[in-house]
């Protein structure tokens, strides 16, 4: 009896024992883990100033065109009111060159035009006085030529007065017209740079998103380029796992994944689709320790996509799935 007893007892110490070693020594799934991200945008300031408005925190939810923050250019506002008032003075220009002369500058011209006239007719009747008298021998030869000369000098005046006055009727030639003209555009595009760096002065939210971070405070020195506000898109999400490369066997591009997110639920699994891998560099390759037949095997970065929109998914929670490639 107790033969028997003894050989059952060690029939069970051995069907436990040989189900120890198996259990332990089993082929397992491997567990992969990854992690979610989210598209990121900075928005920076475009114009040197101080923050002088900002309506926003972090975690909130903005619209797309919504005010982020506002800037204070002191520098800007004095390029505003130069470039307005050399807009002015061009138009000013402008108008005075197509208006032309005023009637008053015209008839004063005139006036000018008619003496001249008339002080040439006069040294003309003189020249002709004097050149019978010195036909007659009554006066010198340097008499006549002083005559002449005066009366060729006021025939210059009349043709100068003349020319005055026309184009005084006339007004500014199309060269003048066009020269001003081309200087109230060139100010006029002086003063539309101006506003549309006044324009810049004002944030405003490239998407809608969430506020993630906010880099400044209200009165600081923002200088262009400087980011001072980074929205997430939580509708622009992926999870992103780094394998080694003998695990890609049953992925490619457009393969579906089901993925645990324990931060969403502990049973429920969520489908998505491979759509990135690439080498994650020289940096990210698994060295082979064991054996000298053994080899270096790469890293790989794979990025796959939610197949639906998941509730409550935040980037920086972690994904969870099972390769088939089993290990020991």
Excluded: C
């Excluded at 029939?11 to 040989?18: H, K, R």
């Amino acid at each position: 009896m107790k033969y028997i007893y003894y050989s059952v007892a060690f029939i069970v110490i051995g069907v436990i024992i040989s189900v120890s070693v198996w259990y332990a020594t089993r082929p397992v799934p491997m567990t992969l883990q990854g992690e979610f991200h989210s598209k990121q945008v900075q928005v920076a300031a475009k114009v040197p100033g101080n923050v002088e408005t900002l309506p926003i925190i972090e975690g909130q939810k903005v619209k797309k065109g919504e005010v982020l923050a506002t800037i204070d250019s002191p520098t800007l506002k004095a390029k505003e009111a130069q470039a307005l008032a050399a807009v002015k003075a061009a138009e000013a220009q402008q108008k005075k060159v197509d208006d032309g002369a005023r009637q008053e500058e015209i008839t004063a011209l005139y006036n000018v035009y008619q003496k001249a006239v008339a002080a040439e007719q006069y040294a003309f009747k003189t020249y002709s006085r004097v050149k019978s008298l010195h036909d007659d021998g009554v006066v010198t030869t340097q008499s006549l030529d002083e005559a002449l000369t005066q009366w060729k000098v006021l025939q210059n005046d009349v043709r100068a007065a003349k020319a005055n006055y026309e184009m005084a009727k006339v007004g500014a030639r199309p060269e003048d017209k066009t020269a001003a003209e081309a200087l109230k555009e060139q100010a006029q595009g002086a003063l539309q740079e101006v506003m549309v760096l006044l324009e810049d002065t004002i944030l405003h939210s490239p998407i809608d998103g969430e506020v993630s971070t906010v880099v400044v405070e209200q009165g600081e020195l923002v200088t262009p380029g400087f980011p001072v506000i980074t929205l997430v898109d939580l509708d622009d999400t992926w999870v992103t796992f780094y394998l080694r490369e003998d695990l890609l066997k049953n992925i490619r591009i457009g393969t579906v994944i089901n993925v645990e997110i324990p931060a969403l639920s502990d049973t429920e699994v969520f489908p998505v689709e491979v759509r990135y891998i690439a080498p994650a560099g020289s940096y990210a390759v698994w060295s082979a320790t064991k054996t000298s037949a053994d080899f270096d095997l790469k890293t790989f970065e794979v990025k796959a996509y939610p197949k639906q929109k998941i509730p409550g998914l935040r980037a920086g929670m972690t994904a969870v799935f099972y390769s088939d490639i089993k290990h020991k």
